[in-house]
């Protein structure tokens, strides 16, 4: 009685590949399911309203001074550098 080694391997690999193919078929499905049961019942709280236009110019103002300070400091560096 002479067995096939080559076809039993074939098998052996279609049959683990189809397991994990199922598996991972399975578990996108329960994630998508997941996420529309928690999208349904606990939906994204909407921020109550907008930054005004004055909230807005200060952090603008803050954002620039920052980029100043490190201009500043980055040529400060390079003078004591050379």
């Given at each position: ?69 490190v ?12």
């Amino acid at each position: 009685m002479e067995v096939n080694v080559i076809g039993e391997a074939l098998k052996f690999m279609v049959l683990g590949m189809g397991v994990v193919f199922i598996f991972l078929y399975v578990m996108i499905l329960s994630v998508k399911i997941q996420a529309y049961v928690i999208g349904k019942y606990f939906p994204d709280k909407v921020p109550a309203s907008t930054p005004s236009p004055a909230t807005a110019a200060s952090e603008n103002a803050e954002e620039k001074a920052r980029v100043a300070a490190v201009i500043a400091a980055v040529t400060e560096f390079r003078k004591n550098k050379s």
